[in-house]
C-alpha cells in the first residue's frame, strides 16, 4: 500500500494527558498538512511542511499542539495537556510538488481523538 | 475564508442529477473537490485552475468561474456509489486549502 498512512487510527485518552499521533506520506510527495475535523465539517487546516520545513501555521494551533517532520518524511502532531474540545478526527495529507495550488492532496485515514 | 458550499443535503434516486456549488468572498486561485464516505478519509475528485475551466471524471464534472469565484461540482447519472459528502476545497494563494462545510449526498435506488 503506498498511500498515505496514520498511526493510531484511535485514541482514547483523559483530559490533561498528552498524546502524538504519526503520519506517513507518500514517499516522493514533499508537501505534508495537518487538518483537523470534526463532526459534520470540513477538515480545518492545522500546520504545513515543505520537506522538513514547516511553512505554515494555522491559528487554530495554540501553543499546546506541536507538529515536526524532522528528516522531511514522516511527521508527528503533538498534543499537550489534552482538552474535551480536542477531541476530533485529525487528518494527514500528503501532496507532489507541481505548479502551486494544483497539488492534490492525498489523505490518510485519519487518527479519531476521544478526549474523556 | 471557509467558502460556502450549497445546498446542504441532497437526496437523489439513482439515475438523476445533481449540482453542487460552492463560492467564496476571496479571489480563488483553484477549487479542489473531494468526496467522503462516512468514517472514510476525503478522496480526490479533481482540481480547477484559474483560468475558468471544466474538467470532467466520468460522470462527475466541474466548473470553475473565477471572475464569480464559484465551482460548481455536476454528478450526472447518479449511482449508488456517489453518495457521500462532497467538499470543495479553495486556494486563495497560500499553501493550504479552506474547505466548505461540504454537502452531503444521498443516492437511493
Known amino acids: 500500500d503506498t498511500g498515505v498512512s496514520q498511526d493510531p487510527r484511535h485514541k482514547i485518552t483523559k483530559r490533561g494527558q498528552n498524546v502524538t499521533f504519526r503520519c506517513d506520506p507518500i514517499?516522493?510527495?514533499?508537501?505534508l498538512y495537518w487538518y483537523r475535523q470534526t463532526l459534520g465539517q470540513g477538515p480545518e487546516f492545522l500546520t504545513y511542511f515543505q520537506n522538513e520545513a514547516q511553512l505554515e501555521k494555522s491559528r487554530l494551533l495554540s501553543d499546546r499542539f506541536s507538529a515536526e517532520r524532522p528528516k522531511g518524511s514522516f511527521s508527528t502532531l503533538e498534543i499537550q495537556r489534552t482538552e474535551q474540545g480536542d477531541s476530533a478526527m485529525y487528518l494527514c495529507?500528503?501532496?507532489?510538488?507541481?505548479?502551486?495550488?494544483?497539488?492534490?492532496?492525498?489523505f490518510g485515514p485519519g487518527t479519531r481523538l476521544t478526549v474523556l | 475564508q471557509q467558502p460556502v458550499q450549497s445546498p446542504q443535503a441532497v437526496i437523489l434516486r439513482e439515475g438523476e442529477d445533481a449540482v453542487i456549488n460552492c463560492s467564496s468572498s476571496?479571489?480563488?486561485?483553484?477549487v479542489h473537490w473531494y468526496r467522503q464516505k462516512h468514517g472514510e478519509a476525503p478522496v480526490f475528485l479533481m482540481i480547477?485552475?484559474?483560468?475558468?475551466e471544466q474538467k470532467g471524471h466520468d460522470k462527475i464534472s466541474a466548473s470553475f468561474n473565477e471572475k464569480k469565484q464559484q465551482s460548481s461540482l455536476y454528478l450526472t447519472a447518479s449511482q449508488l456509489s456517489y453518495s457521500g459528502t462532497y467538499f470543495c476545497g479553495t486556494h486563495t494563494g497560500a499553501n493550504n486549502l479552506f474547505f466548505g462545510t461540504g454537502t452531503r449526498l444521498t443516492v437511493i435506488p
Open positions: 495529507a500528503s501532496s507532489p510538488r507541481r505548479i502551486a495550488g494544483a497539488n492534490e492532496q492525498f
Open positions: 480547477l485552475l484559474k483560468g475558468g
Open positions: 476571496k479571489a480563488l486561485y483553484s
Open positions: 514517499s516522493e510527495h514533499n508537501r
